[in-house]
């Protein structure tokens, strides 16, 4: 199995669903010759020709609308935006039309359209390339809203949300890009969209991540286990929207205590949308009040603050010790 | 009469006065702009492409992080602010730094939100002192131009004889708002002046697969009012242009558009590598174009500036420029564990739960010392 990094993976998906679908296009902003800003896209046009690779106009509004309408004909089209931070240039295309053309027209029309989007901080970046407001997307009815976390499973949901027949946006936590390298089978994979994943398993706490903050997350379970004592359970939410709350309740049944970390902003954020059904559905069954470590409600420092407003394992670590300690 | 030519205004002229060895080309058109401010523009143009390289340099060196160079832009910028009064208003995108210098903005500044550090633009010389009138950078492409739309419709309202510069690239005339704020202004007749900094690329993408049209100028026609072009590496031509759309805007007659013709001699940002896309041979040859050398060459020819003007001035810039980094390094050390400024200018008032945010990160931060201890 070859070992990639998630620009290498996300890359192997494009170039595979292209391969053996003529109907996958994929159009956005510097996506043909310079091969996508941070090389997502590399190589496609020359193996795929500039009919499928297309270097669009500057103007979101226009790649996304005019992928729903290739979307209506029947195409597979996988746009970029570059940065999640200009997405909302589209915002009327996706919320107005995308979300709603399969209800509008009664099921007739649909929209089977990928927008791909760089989201996460932690990159040195300017204004408006490191924020996460996957909660827009996921407060949409009718988008579906997904998040990889490593190479592995970013290929594998690429994929899958190519083929879904539904508008997925596709966040691609940028910091997690070249950040490691993970072994990805050769042979096709793909993962069902609307469910996560239980990465880790314990019995005391329930640690509830996803993106870019799976890696501080999973080092805060590390750094439990191993000094501490303590086995946490770790659950990766890959789907933003549906939300699989089923995978959270069993495992907050089985330990009592939840800790949900995000770096969206924390109000109104996922997190929230987390322990309202946690409460539904696992009330009895908690023995502590759920914490959420996230963002704060401030527009994301630019780089010389990013660290203090991101979650840090430490930050995730005191929450989950607190979380613990906390007597039933 | 079933079919008949429509007859409309369809015209754009290109404005050029100086020759890519800086004469004059027609003496009719030649600006009178006084000795003192035509070697101020000298200054600022030197200053703007020092600084460009000194901050290339301090980025390579992971000081500062990402920013877009301005390199080969600076009389497309300066030739327009030129022609302002400072009681105008600039709206601009990402890339004014040359423009920026000229109306009051401190090279700390610029050190400092490049550095990472928004406190960058609270510095003197980046609020906004009586009568200058900047707005910050708009990084979302082709999204500022409505707000100079917006202010020169208030101008116009309260009866003032303000007008407002807009800047922003041939990407950005791709973008819907661009075309909105275009519309807007002539329905609106507002004193807007459009500058198109046409730099022939938008990061990998070439002004050809922007639009179909012959030139980004024509799309003024469509909306009503005057669109020219003029060679933005001539700044005499750049300033001409500028003074009689400020003078139409003054005096009512609504806004207009300039596509300065220029070219990006340097790397889209910092994060870029234009030689997956671009010829180095298309890059000597408007290097040839540049606008540096032209404008000494013109002043030399006036007698205005001398090779030991330009070396005197050189070594000047070069100071202040290093006082400058000093002062900002120094400045960054010191507001390092100021993270809670995070916080402030969110609202007028501090909504509590924010302030218990606040708190919480307060708590985070000392709870960090302690483990480092
Ligand atoms: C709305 C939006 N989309 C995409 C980007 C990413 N981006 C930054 S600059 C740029 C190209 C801009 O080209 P142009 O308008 O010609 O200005 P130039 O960079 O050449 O000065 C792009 C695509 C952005 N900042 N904003
Ligand atoms: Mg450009």
């Known amino acids: 199995m070859p070992k990639m990094t998630m620009v290498d993976a996300l890359n192997t998906a494009l170039h595979q669903e292209m391969e053996q679908d003529d109907s996958v296009i994929v159009l956005g902003e510097d996506v043909a010759v310079d091969g996508g800003v941070f090389r997502v896209t590399e190589g496609l046009l020359d193996a795929f020709g500039e009919q ?63 927008l791909r989007t760089p989201y996460s901080g932690g990159v040195r970046a300017l204004e408006h390339h490191s924020e996460s407001r996957e909660a827009y997307w996921a407060h949409t009815p009718g988008l579906k809203m997904v998040i990889p976390s490593t190479p592995r499973n970013a290929r594998a949901l690429l994929i899958s949300a ?110 929230a949308e987390i322990v309202a059904r946690l409460v539904e559905n696992s009330f009895w069954y908690l023995e502590a009040p759920i914490r959420r470590v996230t963002g704060y409600d401030v527009v994301i420092p630019l780089f010389a603050y990013e660290k203090a407003y991101l979650p840090s394992a430490d930050r995730i670590l005191r929450a989950a010790r607190e979380t613990l300690e906390t007597p039933a | 009469m079933p079919r008949e ?21 027609d003496a009719d058109l030649e600006p009178d702009i006084p000795d003192g401010r035509l070697l101020q523009l000298h200054r600022t143009m030197l200053l703007a492409r020092r600084f460009d390289e000194r901050m290339l340099q301090l980025q390579r060196q992971g000081r500062i ?35 920026s210098l000229w109306r009051g903005q401190s090279l700390e500044s610029f050190l400092l939100v490049y550095g ?66 275009m ?29 179909n049209s012959e030139t980004l100028a024509q799309k003024a026609l469509a909306y009503g009012f005057p669109g020219r072009q003029v060679d933005g590496n001539d700044i005499l031509a750049v300033y001409v242009a500028a003074e009689e759309a400020a003078e139409r805007a003054r005096s009512g007659d609504g806004p207009t558009m300039i596509e300065c013709v220029t070219y990006r001699l ?45 070396e005197e001035t050189e070594e000047e810039i070069q100071g202040e420029i290093q006082d400058a980094i000093d002062r900002a390094e120094e400045r960054m050390e010191k507001l390092a564990n100021e993270e809670l400024s995070m916080f402030d200018h969110m609202y007028a008032e501090m909504p509590p739960y924010l302030r218990e945010q606040r708190d919480e990160l307060a708590r985070e931060l000392a709870g960090q010392e302690g483990n480092d201890a």
């Not at chain 1, 597979?76 to 940065?83: A, D, G, L, S, T």
């Not at chain 1, 495992?251 to 970390?261: Q, Y």
């Not at chain 2, 707005?135 to 309202?157: F, M, N, W």
């Open chain 2, 183 to 211: 519309n807007f202004a002539g329905v609106f007749q507002t004193p807007t002046i459009f500058v198109c900094q046409n730099n022939q690329w938008a990061i990998s993408v070439p002004r050809s697969r922007q639009t």
């Open chain 1, 162 to 271: 190519i083929r879904d027949p539904d508008p997925v946006i596709f966040y691609e936590p940028k910091a997690v890009y070249r950040a490691f390298r993970e072994e990805v089978p050769e042979e096709e994979e793909t993962w069902p969209i609307g469910k996560a994943q239980v990465v880790r398993e314990g019995e005391q706490l329930t640690m509830i991540s996803y993106g870019a903050m799976m890696r501080p997350t999973l080092e805060a379970a590390d750094k439990l286990a191993q000094e501490d004592g303590v086995e946490v359970e770790v659950i990766d939410v890959l789907t933003i929207a549906p939300l699989d709350h089923e995978t959270f309740s069993e495992s907050a049944k089985k330990t009592g205590r939840v800790l949900i970390v995000h770096e969206a902003p924390r109000s109104f954020g996922p997190g």
């Open chain 2, 65 to 99: 992080g990402t920013f877009a160079p301005v390199r080969g832009q600076e009389a497309a910028q300066l030739g327009i602010v030129a022609a302002l009064r400072d009681s105008d208003w600039m709206v601009p995108s990402f890339r004014e730094q040359a423009a």
């Open chain 2, 116 to 181: 990472g550090f928004y406190q960058g633009n609270e510095l003197p010389g980046n609020e906004l002192p009586e009568g200058t009138r900047n707005l910050p950078v708009a990084v979302p492409v082709g999204t500022q131009p409505l707000h100079a739309v917006g202010l020169s419709y208030a101008i116009k309202y309260r009866g003032q004889d303000d007008v407002v510069v807009t800047f922003f690239g041939d990407g950005a005339t791709s973008e819907g708002d661009f075309h909105e704020a």
């Open chain 1, 52 to 114: 499928r690779v297309i270097d669009t106009p500057l103007a979101e509004a226009g790649i996304v609308g005019t992928s729903i309408g290739m979307a209506i004909y029947g195409l597979r089209p996988v746009c970029e935006i570059q940065f999640s931070g200009f997405s909302y240039l589209a915002f009327h295309q996706l919320e107005s039309h995308a979300a709603r053309m399969r209800w509008r027209s009664r099921g007739a029309y649909t929209v089977p359209m990928v």
């Open chain 2, 5 to 25: 030519v429509v007859d409309i205004p369809c015209q754009v002229d290109y404005l050029s006065i100086l020759d890519e060895d800086g004469q004059v080309i």
């Open chain 2, 266 to 310: 340097s790397m889209h940002t910092t994060a870029d590598d234009p030689s997956r896309y671009r010829e180095e041979e298309e890059v000597e040859e408007w290097r040839r174009r540049e606008p540096l050398p032209r404008f000494q060459a013109y002043l030399k020819q006036r007698d205005l500036l001398s090779d030991s003007d330009i």
